[in-house]
């Protein structure tokens, strides 16, 4: 009997492992191989056709570290997540909260808060190009009405990177509202009522009950929106290409210009290394505190 | 009172966020000055769209998106389906040491890893072709976690049901978790759909010809300032370009919604 059993667990370990293995593989072709063999090309020199590339350890990062390039980016990419972050976040809040309640037209204001997320980021900032363009500009023609001077939105560092921030906004906050609507569907309509019963308003009921509710969603988004202030670049290419003088470059397309357009390897893999550093902290923080809540079962 | 104030608020930032789309549909439809002095009553004109049409291959570009995503999908589905079936119902040693592997990808995004994928990509004579824009997404770790969630909310008598009238693993993953699990199916297509008909920086490296490029690649060449094109050009092709998935989203708004909502929730 206990033969039987034993035989029938291997049997289905051998399934398991046969259903895993085509996942498996491509998991390691396509993030594992790769992560370790961004570590490894970051401690290399880079090969040229007279002097190949040789072991130099750190000797990559002490260049990145040097590098005031590197640090603009980490910077504006600082201050790209610290805008976006908290605006479409809370907006999303808004959004939601007016998407769930009994306001007039309340079809057409989700789907107008939704639509941009289904738009490919690239379209997105042709949309947005034709607002910031410094002659004739949306944006400068009603500043134009009020009597400002007009601007060239993109083509100054001080604004460069908030228009790059307004699209990604744009892009981001009818997604998030998504979940937040999810959240509120599943709060019990008897709080509300309880609510009413004692009296409260619909301000101390949103304040006191419905955003602590709401905590657990806030998490998760943030946890995305992090991501997303990686991950995010696309409409660089379209609206300012990281100019004027890098005032808009984020560091993923920082490592897209060192590998693909200068062909230096082992800069662009250092960089890799930290974000993926980076994420991997993100990740560990996010493991804790969601395995708190047991919220895989 | 509060409440009208509110509605007016919620009904200004809809139009607020819509107006950019609104703003290139029109202009698509004016030639580029009256577009950009705001002449509203000027004549219509479809110019902007024969231009447009003229100056890139939208047809093939529209055919490799299109084959792209069936390709990325049937990829997805296969795998994920596989493996979510032996993380949820298949009970083996290591398994769950492997699941927290799997879902460290989650973090790993394939955009982060483009210098080294394309390297990949090389290697396996992948560059410009269909299957290396798509082969870093299909073991997506987000699908193996949504039917792992999904396969293991079905009930257990099934399965066995199944098994007793002689269905093997495969079978009974075929006949039963397949089947109850096809919502959750067309949440993950509608979701992968959009992403990658979407996606433009690992398409953008990996292409290089006309014959692979998707049509987000294709549009970022069009646009660029190099080309010469008027915004009322860009606006139409930009337009033109987002029409399917639009009118597909418009259509099924609430499919849409509900599939975005299925898969964050999980």
């Known amino acids: 009997m206990t033969d039987h059993f034993a035989l029938q667990r291997q049997r289905r370990a051998i399934n398991g492992w046969l259903l895993l293995a085509p996942s498996l593989v491509m998991l390691s072709v396509f993030a594992l191989y790769p992560s370790v063999a961004t570590v490894i090309t970051s401690l290399w020199s880079r090969g040229t056709r007279r002097s190949p590339s040789e072991f130099i350890g750190l000797e990559n990062y002490r260049y990145m570290f040097d590098d005031p390039g590197f640090w603009l980016v980490v910077k504006n990419n600082l201050f790209y997540a610290g805008v976006t972050i908290p605006i479409s976040i809370g907006l999303a809040l808004a959004m939601a909260l007016w998407a769930n309640s009994k306001l007039p037209a309340r079809g057409f204001v989700r789907t107008a808060y939704f639509t941009p997320t289904v738009l490919p980021m690239i379209a997105a900032a042709n949309l947005w190009l034709f607002f910031y363009t410094p002659s004739f500009g949306i944006l400068n023609q009603i500043g134009a009405f009020f009597g400002a001077d007009p601007v060239n939105w993109l083509g100054q560092p001080s604004t460069a990177l908030w228009a790059i921030c307004v699209v990604t906004i744009w892009k981001e906050a009818g997604f998030f509202m998504i979940f937040y609507l999810a959240a509120l569907q599943t709060i019990p309509p008897d709080l509300k009522e309880a609510a009413d019963i004692e009296g409260a308003s619909r301000w101390t009921y949103t304040r006191r009950i419905v955003l602590p509710l709401l905590m657990p969603t806030t998490l998760f988004i943030l946890v995305n929106a992090l991501i997303n202030s990686v991950k995010l670049i696309d409409h660089l290419f379209i609206l300012t290409k990281g100019g004027p003088s890098d005032s808009s470059k984020l560091i993923l397309y920082y490592i897209w210009e060192h590998a693909f357009a200068y062909f230096d390897r082992p800069t662009a893999a250092a960089m890799t290394a930290m974000v993926l550093a980076v994420l991997g902290v993100l990740a560990a923080l996010q493991f804790i505190v969601f395995d708190k809540r047991a919220h895989y079962r | ?266």
């Open chain 2, 1 to 266: 009172m509060s409440r009208k104030i509110e509605a007016a608020m919620a009904i200004a930032l809809a139009i607020l966020w819509i107006s950019p789309l609104l703003f290139a549909f029109w202009a698509a439809f004016h030639n580029v000055s009256d577009a950009v002095n705001f002449r509203l009553a000027a004549p219509l004109t479809l110019d902007n769209f024969r231009t447009a049409w003229d100056g890139a291959p939208w047809l093939r570009y529209f055919l490799n998106t299109f084959l792209l995503v069936t390709l990325i999908l049937i990829g997805q589905f296969t795998l994920c389906t596989l493996a979510g079936f032996a993380f949820a119902q298949v009970d083996f040693k290591g398994r769950d040491t492997v699941f927290v592997l799997v879902l460290l990808q989650l973090f790993i995004l394939p955009e982060v890893l483009i210098v080294e994928n394309y390297r990949v990509a090389a290697s396996l004579g992948l560059i410009d072709t269909l299957m290396g824009i798509g082969a870093p997404y299909m073991a997506s770790a987000f699908g193996i976690f949504l039917m792992r969630q999904t396969f293991k909310s079905v009930p257990k008598d099934l399965d066995e049901a199944a098994r007793i009238e002689g269905c093997t693993t495969l079978g009974v993953l075929w006949r039963v978790y397949v089947p109850a699990a096809r919502p959750t199916y067309l949440a993950y297509a509608l979701v992968s759909i959009s992403t990658h008909w979407n996606n433009f920086l690992w398409p953008l490296i990996v292409t290089n010809s006309d014959t692979t490029r998707p049509l987000t690649v294709g549009l970022s060449l069009f646009g660029a300032p190099e080309n010469g094109v008027d915004i009322s050009i860009i606006s139409a092709a930009t337009i033109m370009m987002i029409a399917p998935l639009l009118i597909g989203f418009l259509i099924f708004q609430r499919q849409f919604v509900q599939a975005f909502l299925t898969a964050g929730v999980k």
